[in-house]
């Protein structure tokens, strides 16, 4: 059994990148997911319910919420990964702060030819000479919403390759 059996999670930006990765991590330890998103055709991540939407706007916020409450089994995790407009009161608040994770956008940004290149340089300024992977950083979150953290609090915590402490 997974250590987040029986918990809910939202996600937000979940539909690619580090939420994405996230929330596979998260669904594969037991939780049921809600990823939310601007764009509903992202949002496929296996496991975890859809609810498309902007982090900005109340309304959709209403309507994530409502959907977590439909189901009727609380809410125990949020991984504010876009912006998150509006915090409710929760038990046990922590920061990740990232390094430079490889998303997959860097290859359409730059084309296959450069996005190497690209890469090997934002990983060279790291203490590990290389980018994170998502999976990387949404190990780290699942370890944040298990009982394993029970005492961590209010941390900001480094998921950098050493980029910090150089
Ligand atoms: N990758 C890095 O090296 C790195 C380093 C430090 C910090 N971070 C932070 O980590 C987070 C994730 O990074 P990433 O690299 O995984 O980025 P990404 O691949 O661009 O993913 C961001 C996700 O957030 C969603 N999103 C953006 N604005 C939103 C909004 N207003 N409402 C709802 N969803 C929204 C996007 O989907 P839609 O466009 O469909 O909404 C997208 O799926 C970001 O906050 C980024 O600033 C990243």
Do not use: C
């Amino acid at each position: 059994m997974g250590q987040l059996a029986g918990k809910t999670a939202v996600v937000t930006g979940g539909g690619t990148g580090i939420g994405l990765a996230t929330a596979v991590r998260l669904a594969a330890e037991g939780a049921h997911v809600f990823v939310t998103g601007r764009r509903k055709t992202e949002l496929g991540a296996a496991g975890a319910t859809a609810v498309a939407g902007d982090v900005a706007n109340p309304a959709d916020l209403d309507r994530l919420y409502d959907a977590v409450r439909a189901r009727g089994r609380g809410l125990d995790v949020v991984f504010a990964n876009a912006a998150w407009a509006s915090l409710a009161t929760l038990e046990q608040v922590n920061a990740i702060s990232p390094g430079p994770i490889d998303p997959p956008g860097i290859t359409s940004l730059f084309g296959e030819d450069k996005a190497p290149d690209v890469k090997a340089r934002l990983g060279a300024g790291v203490a590990m000479g290389r980018m994170g992977r998502p999976e990387e950083v949404a190990a780290f979150v699942a370890f944040l919403a298990s009982e394993e953290s029970s005492y961590v609090f209010g941390a900001n915590l480094y998921v950098d390759g050493g980029e910090n402490q150089v």
